[in-house]
Nanobody, 121 residues
Framework: QVQLVESGGGLVQAGGSLRLSCVASGSIFGTGTTGWYRQAPGKQRELVASITSGFSTDYANSVKGRFAISRDNAKNTVYLQMNSLKPEDTAVYYC???????????????WGQGTQVTVSS
C-alpha cells in the first residue's frame, strides 16, 4: 500500500493563496492518476483536481482558473496551487493515488490523512 503524506494546509484570508503538497512512498507513483479531493463539514467528498500519468488534468468547475495541479514524478510529489481562495474552499483536502497493478490490472487506491484548509472572509 502506498503511503501519502500531505502538507501545506492552513488558515488564509479570502483572496490569498496556499500550495498543498503530497509525497508518495514507493515506486509506482509515476504510473498512476493522482489528485486532490476535499470534504467540507456536512458535505460529501468531492474531486478538486486530478492529473494522469500523461499529465492530463481535470478540475472541478468551482476551482477552474484559480487552482492548478502539477506533479513531479522524480520526487513522487503532487502539488495543488490554490489562488484567489474563497471561504467556500474551506475543507479538509485529501491526496489520492489510483494505480492499476499486476497482470489483472487491479485498481489500487490510496488516500492521505488530509490537511485542513480554512479561508476566512
Amino acid at each position: 500500500q502506498v503511503q501519502l503524506v500531505e502538507s501545506g494546509g492552513g488558515l488564509v484570508q479570502a483572496g490569498g493563496s496556499l500550495r498543498l503538497s503530497c509525497v508518495a512512498s514507493g515506486s509506482i507513483f509515476g504510473t498512476g492518476t493522482t489528485g486532490w479531493y476535499r470534504q467540507a463539514p456536512g458535505k460529501q467528498r468531492e474531486l478538486v483536481a486530478s492529473i494522469t500519468s500523461g499529465f492530463s488534468t481535470d478540475y472541478a468547475n468551482s476551482v477552474k482558473g484559480r487552482f492548478a495541479i502539477s506533479r513531479d514524478n522524480a520526487k513522487n510529489t503532487v502539488y495543488l496551487q490554490m489562488n484567489s481562495l474563497k471561504p467556500e474552499d474551506t475543507a479538509v483536502y485529501y491526496c489520492n493515488l489510483q494505480v492499476y497493478v499486476g497482470k489483472s490490472r487491479r485498481l489500487e487506491e490510496s488516500w492521505g490523512q488530509g490537511t485542513q484548509v480554512t479561508v476566512s472572509s
